[in-house]
């Protein structure tokens, strides 16, 4: 990412559910459930650090502050609480008056959504077997999805890209078909109703 393209990703932007801005800080535990979240998004997501919360006012991070954000630590710390691993980059950039940001873009899951391996985070907000996500619905924000409308989203998406996966590996339809009977609307929507009944009808 280059200053210009910074500048057109803040431009005019509001948080969505591929874009969240916070404001200036150090590299904490507690950016791994939001980089979890975004994970769980499809096509991903982008991370801006230095951005003040509620009033999108550019603040910059310190020198210090930039620093804290060490790729191979945030990947290790990441790690710990990724299953499967989540694909992550770090910039850090001035914008156009001087200004330090830090971007992290977070890869979409391959084929599987990403799930909380273990219980942690700076606030013991990280839960083991929860998966996050950025929900379409309301206002953006990284959450543990508790509705089935979200659950849903995100299982069919898996299932799209299993099949895709079968289909690059040359695989014959019938051979795809026996790997995934139901096809893959009526595989998410049939996974998407045990989930439904494991929510509790949410």
């Known amino acids: 990412m280059t200053t210009e393209e910074l500048e057109e990703l803040l431009q005019g932007a509001q948080e969505s559910d591929s874009l969240e801005f916070k404001g200036a800080m150090g590299w904490d535990l507690g950016l791994v459930k939001d980089i979890l979240a975004m994970a769980n998004v499809q096509d991903g997501g982008r991370i801006v650090i230095g951005i003040e919360d509620g009033t999108l006012t550019r603040q910059g991070v310190s020198q210090e502050q930039l620093d804290s954000f060490s790729p191979d630590t945030m990947?290790?710390?990441?790690?710990?609480?990724?299953?499967p691993h989540v694909?992550?980059?770090?910039?850090?950039?001035?914008?156009?008056?001087?200004l330090h940001f830090v971007i992290i873009s977070v890869a979409a899951f391959d084929r599987t959504p990403v799930i909380c391996s273990r219980d942690g985070g700076a606030?013991?907000?990280?839960?083991r077997g929860a998966m996050y996500y950025r929900?379409?619905?309301?206002?953006?924000?990284?959450?543990?999805?508790d509705n089935a409308n979200d659950m849903r989203d995100i299982i069919e998406r898996a299932a799209i890209q299993?099949?895709?996966?079968f289909h690059n590996l040359g695989l014959e339809a019938g051979s795809i078909e026996t790997a995934a009977p139901l096809g893959a609307?009526?595989?998410?929507?049939?996974?998407?109703?045990?989930?439904d009944k494991e929510l509790g009808g949410l």
């Open 162 to 165: 299993t099949m895709r996966h």
């Open 185 to 195: 609307p009526a595989l998410a929507t049939k996974m998407a109703e045990i989930f």
């Open 135 to 145: 929900s379409k619905t309301g206002r953006p924000k990284s959450a543990r999805v």
């Open 87 to 98: 694909s992550f980059s770090i910039d850090k950039l001035p914008d156009a008056t001087g």
């Open 123 to 127: 606030k013991n907000e990280l839960k």
């Open 75 to 83: 990947m290790d710390r990441v790690g710990l609480f990724a299953d």
